[in-house]
């Protein structure tokens, strides 16, 4: 029988003289595959098998705020569309809380399970949740150190619990000195004083014309922690652990002294003990010749004031600057937040300075981003950059679990000091000791 195999093997041979061919001519180049990978053409033709991107996934930020009426306008009507157009992907849906029992409110969410993803919260409250485990800590969040140096530091500071932040600043305030510039005038000068030695020899000359120039509203913090600050005086170590040697340390007990031999003196105003015209009253009345405030005054008179009361930085004390009190809100983010990458989007956006600037012209509320405070649009009114130079320097309250207790203690201490029920060490002492034993409770 012929064999067959030969024809068969010179077909086989052709084949692979064909395929072979084939691989050379188009590999000629050595890396015209590769060229072909990493360098498409204008108009590639996608590959039957190459799947297409996923879409962004649809989400819904739920935002828990207390703005007033005129703030919510602007954040509906011009903040959150801009968000949406940058991140249609992204709901916002806000809701205005009654800030009557909010924070009883906010309790009852955690507990239930529902509260929001983000929130915008009294900065007293922050260390309080956060101690609650009920919020989220954001220091691990992306480009949070970016974001963080781009705050003032005294309103960063209010979030700050256990060793990490629980929030950021989202809107702030401060207290400057305002004065009475027909009053000023009266007694030969057109400048605000810029040291405590300068204040008190002013304070005397009013005095001396039957006027008071320092005006201390309450024994309370907000109204007394500044000048106590200012006169180097401090409630805790720089980490917020140990008020014993700081609080009644020797600086601390020199500045009560100093604000005590002001009121033995004549020189501070009646509302330090609850007395009358109030703070605001004495000054339109040319009684009080200053008074230490917030800028809420400037808000509601307009320019009516431009041209009669000055708001400056309070006076140096001994270490050469200022040092007022933080208020304001935080941003903070729910430990149940069911999209805290997007929740956290949507907090980036809202510290961005365009839209601090937006909510500060629009709003009035003052920003925490330092671009934004001193950009010129808000140079150009009138009151706020005597706040934005104080704020530089303000301190923030101590963010305890405990500070509404702690609070109590120190305005306690400080009433005792005024009204001489109580040596100013021995006061200091005893309120030291016992923020001590709160500041090491822990509501876990």
Not at 201 to 219: C, S
Not at 412 to 421: T, V, Y
Request: proline fraction near 7%; charge should be negative; hydrophobic fraction near 40%.
């Amino acid at each position: 029988m012929k064999n067959s195999w030969a024809p068969r093997l010179f077909i086989f041979l052709l084949i692979v003289t064909v395929f072979f061919t084939a691989c050379s001519n188009s590999n000629s180049n050595g890396n015209a595959a590769e060229t072909t990978t990493t360098k498409p053409s204008a108009s590639p033709s996608k590959s039957s098998t190459e799947p297409e991107p996923e879409p962004a996934k649809q989400v819904t930020i739920e935002f828990w705020h207390a703005y007033g009426e005129g703030e919510e306008k602007v954040l509906l009507d011009e903040v959150i569309p801009s968000f949406t157009e940058k991140y249609p992907n992204i709901k916002i849906n806000p809701t205005r809380m009654p800030t009557e029992n909010l924070k009883q409110q906010v309790i009852t969410a955690v507990v239930g399970g529902v509260a929001p993803d983000v929130m915008r919260m009294d900065l007293i409250w922050v260390a309080e949740f956060a101690d609650q485990k009920a919020l989220l800590p954001l220091d691990k969040m992306f480009e949070f150190d970016t974001i963080k140096a781009e705050l003032f530091p005294g309103p960063m500071q209010t979030n700050y619990y256990d060793g990490q932040y629980y929030g950021v600043p989202l809107d702030t305030n401060t207290k400057v000195n305002i004065y009475n510039k027909a009053e000023m005038n009266a007694l030969g000068t057109t400048e605000p004083p810029r040291t405590i030695d300068e204040f008190v020899e002013l304070a005397r000359k009013a005095k001396a014309a039957e006027k008071t120039l320092i005006t201390i509203g309450g024994t309370n913090n907000w109204d007394m922690l500044p000048w106590f600050w200012t006169l180097g005086g401090r409630i805790t170590d720089d980490t917020f652990q140990n008020a014993e040697g700081f609080f009644n340390s020797e600086a601390s007990v020199k500045a009560m002294e100093t604000v005590l031999s002001w009121y033995d003196e004549g020189l501070i105003s009646p509302p330090i003990l609850g007395g009358e015209p109030g703070t605001w009253e004495g000054l339109e009345q040319g009684k009080y010749v200053s008074i230490n405030d917030g800028p809420w005054f400037f808000g509601i008179k307009g320019e009516a004031v431009k041209d009669v009361m000055i708001p400056a930085k309070m006076p140096y004390g001994p270490d050469g600057e200022s040092h007022s009190i933080v208020g304001g809100q935080d941003m903070v983010m729910f430990a149940g937040a069911k999209n805290p990458d997007e929740a956290w989007t949507f907090t980036q956006f809202m510290l961005s300075e365009e839209i601090q600037t937006l909510m500060a012209v629009k709003a009035g509320v003052m920003p925490t981003n330092m671009k934004s405070a001193k950009s010129e649009q808000l140079q150009g009114v009138y009151y706020l950059p005597a706040y934005v130079a104080e704020l530089e320097t303000a301190f923030a309250r101590t963010p305890s679990a405990q500070w509404g207790q702690i609070e109590v203690l120190i305005g306690d201490a400080f009433e005792k000091i005024i009204r001489k029920a109580s040596p100013v060490k021995e006061a200091l002492d005893q309120a030291a000791k016992e923020i001590d034993v709160l500041l090491k409770q822990k509501n876990l």
